[in-house]
């Protein structure tokens, strides 16, 4: 029985470390380029353990595509002055970051953010960062 609950215990605390791991940005995104798009932000999630931002831009062949781009934790962007309301669907954007791997998925990693309509900025002031 002991040892019973020894195992339970184990495999408890792996699956507990497991869940606190982070993944790194370098397996998914190319931290040595970076990319620009501009467009309609169509969605915005601002959640844990990140938000994310879905913008229909064009591709580098000018065809629409949905982008999905990584930014930050809720909580630390939430520190950072970005709120649930800060971006809304309609929004014209310009965000720079670092691309995807896989250039077939459409994806980045926030940067910075732009929204020109009001110069509404998000990554060019010092503490405005995510990791």
Do not use: C
Not at 20 to 26: D, E, G, K, R
């Amino acid at each position: 029985m002991r040892r019973k609950l020894a195992l339970v215990f184990i495999g408890g605390l792996a699956t507990a470390t497991s869940a606190l791991a982070h993944h790194s940005f370098s397996a998914t995104y190319d931290e040595n380029a970076e990319t620009r798009i501009e467009g309609t932000l169509v969605q915005f999630m601002f959640r844990n353990p990140h938000s994310w931002v879905h913008v229909m831009a064009p591709d580098e062949n000018g065809d629409m595509q949905r982008w999905a781009v990584e930014w930050g934790a809720a909580g630390a962007l939430d520190g950072q002055g970005v709120g649930r309301d800060t971006l809304k669907v309609g929004d014209h954007v310009v965000i720079t970051g670092n691309p995807g791997r896989n250039p077939l998925d459409h994806r980045v990693r926030m940067r910075t953010l732009l929204r020109p309509a009001d110069n509404y900025g998000w990554g060019t002031e010092a503490g405005e960062t995510f990791d």
